[in-house]
């Protein structure tokens, strides 16, 4: 079976864009969520989706939102980027048997610079 | 509210060798799980070995094993015979409840001298 897929794997972007980051879970799950990787704050949880349903979301600003689409892909934006936006975005995906403690596999990442 | 803490920022084993990290956690959840994921230089996030809180019994996954002390919310990880490519950032999680998300501790980095 595929892996988790995240494209692209690296963007550079400028403040005040936005961005558009794709994850493609591994087949057969249904559950999708992100995560965000800096240095400083460590690994923390954007939001998860489940059958095109966001489930629960972490402390993050309006800026940050998501969508799931039926095939289960999900994809996350970031509007009116700022520097302290930059980290790598970590995608996992599960079962999604409705319970919590589902194994999460992850992708790849991708890496977000904001100049 | 769920946290996660490994006090060891970074340890250091000999190849061959075997070592232990620690993290420790607190939930209040009956219901949970834990995980040890590896991150090396590539940045890709892999399990190591999970423990379902409900069963006594030590996960064990080849060269890796967990000790689980539930009454102490303690969850450390042993590498034995570890090898060059054991060295990458080891993260403990948790996930429990109806939170849908994995709670990480700060990780532990882990180099293996040849």
């Known amino acids: 079976k595929a892996g988790v897929t995240q494209t692209p794997r690296y963007l550079i972007k400028t403040r005040g864009q936005q961005v558009t980051l794709s994850c493609s879970p591994i087949s057969g799950h249904r559950s999708v969520s992100w995560y965000q990787q800096t240095p400083g704050q460590g690994l923390q949880f954007l939001f998860e989706?489940?059958?095109?349903?966001?489930?629960n979301k972490g402390n993050f600003p309006g800026r940050f939102s998501g969508r799931q689409f039926s095939n289960s892909r999900s994809e996350m934006n970031v509007s009116t980027l700022e520097l302290g936006d930059s980290a790598l975005y970590l995608c996992?995906?599960?079962?999604?048997?409705?319970?919590?403690?589902?194994?999460?596999?992850f992708g790849p990442g991708t890496r977000l610079t904001v100049l | 509210a769920q946290t996660v803490t490994q006090s060891q920022p970074e340890m250091s084993v000999q190849e061959a060798e075997t070592v232990t990290l620690s993290c420790t956690y607190d939930t209040s959840e009956s219901d949970y799980y834990l995980f040890w994921y590896k991150q090396p230089p590539s940045r890709q996030m892999i399990l190591v070995i999970r423990?379902?809180?409900?069963?006594?019994q030590n996960a064990t996954e080849n060269r890796f094993s967990v000790n689980f002390q539930k009454a102490a919310k303690s969850f450390s990880l042993k590498i034995s015979d570890s090898q060059l490519g054991d060295a990458a950032m080891y993260f403990c999680a948790l996930s429990g409840g109806s939170n849908y998300k994995l709670t990480f501790g700060k990780g532990t980095l882990l180099t293996v001298n040849p």
């Open positions: 996992a995906s599960s079962l999604g048997r409705g319970r919590a403690t589902d194994t999460q596999y």
């Open positions: 423990q379902e809180a409900y069963k006594q």
């Open positions: 989706y489940f059958s095109e349903t966001q489930r």
